[in-house]
């Protein structure tokens, strides 16, 4: 079933029985975003800071937004004091190195006969177990990294950002306002650089065109002449009105040309 745009495209490009075929080679779209992002929270939570404004440009990674992480920022300062202490490693490293020492001087002196077999296996036990214990003490700190981890990727997470160049055409939260996973939206961004324009076209002239092709399009409001690039052409032509799907795009370096204008396209 054809979509109220498609079938709005495919009115504009209708021809008279009377048209000439030089006419019957033009055909009608629109200019609209190449691709448009509702950017959205990762997790929920309150609005802390709203960093853009409505119509302003953004780069892909830029930070739109934040969600509120006091309680992770204090989370993290403590694992991070955890993860930076080696007082415990020390000293599970000098109990050991003890425990190791007192086991050799025992064996040297049951070889000269002045220790039994019993203080050697305690002393051999005591060492396995400082040594289990500066183990347990290390794996407890690569732990407490591996929370400064897990915690810095939590507040990553509260991070809003934009995944593509673009502008953003409207913010959905405000400060304090809450989000939530059901309604994760923040804002909605919209890459106009480069333009798409999509075209309903018949299967023979569709036929006539491939990816890469360079087309003229007059944008016709202003009559002004700009390029166009097929990106796409449908490999499937649509039953009910025999016509094909084509995206062009067409290159707006600083924004020049607005989304939604009417453009004509000559195809070969």
């Not at 745009?5 to 629109?30: I, K």
Request: with cysteine; proline share 4%.
């Amino acid at each position: 079933m054809m979509t109220t745009t498609a079938m709005t495209l495919l009115t504009w490009t209708l021809l008279s029985p009377n048209a000439s075929a030089a006419e019957s080679m033009v055909v009608r779209g629109f200019t609209e975003p190449s691709r448009q992002i509702e950017v959205a929270a990762a997790d929920d939570g309150q609005v802390a800071e709203i960093l853009v404004k409505e119509g302003e440009r953004v780069r892909a990674g830029q930070t739109l937004a934040r969600l509120e992480t006091a309680t992770l920022d204090a989370a993290l300062r403590i694992a991070r004091l955890k993860a930076e202490s080696t007082s415990r490693a020390k000293a599970t490293a000098a109990e050991m190195e003890q425990k190791q020492l007192r086991l050799r001087r025992l064996e040297e002196l049951r070889t000269d006969g002045h220790a039994n077999e019993d203080e050697v296996e305690r002393a051999r036990a005591d060492a396995k177990i400082a040594a289990a214990n500066h183990e347990a003490a290390v794996e407890e700190q690569a732990l407490n990294h591996l929370e400064c981890e897990q915690i810095e990727a939590q507040i990553a997470r509260r991070q809003v950002v934009s995944p593509i160049d673009g502008a953003v055409v409207r913010i959905r939260r405000d400060v304090a306002e809450y989000v939530t996973l059901n309604e994760p939206g923040l804002a909605h961004v919209a890459q106009l650089d480069p333009l798409q324009v999509t075209l309903y076209v018949s299967s023979p002239a569709a036929g006539r065109l491939s990816a890469g092709l360079t087309l003229p399009v007059t944008i016709v409001e202003t009559q002004q002449r700009v390029s166009g690039r097929v990106d796409f052409v449908s490999p499937v032509t649509e039953p009910g009105s025999g016509t094909v799907r084509v995206k062009l795009l067409i290159d707006n370096p600083a924004d020049a040309l607005r989304s939604g204008l009417a453009c004509e396209v000559r195809l070969p």
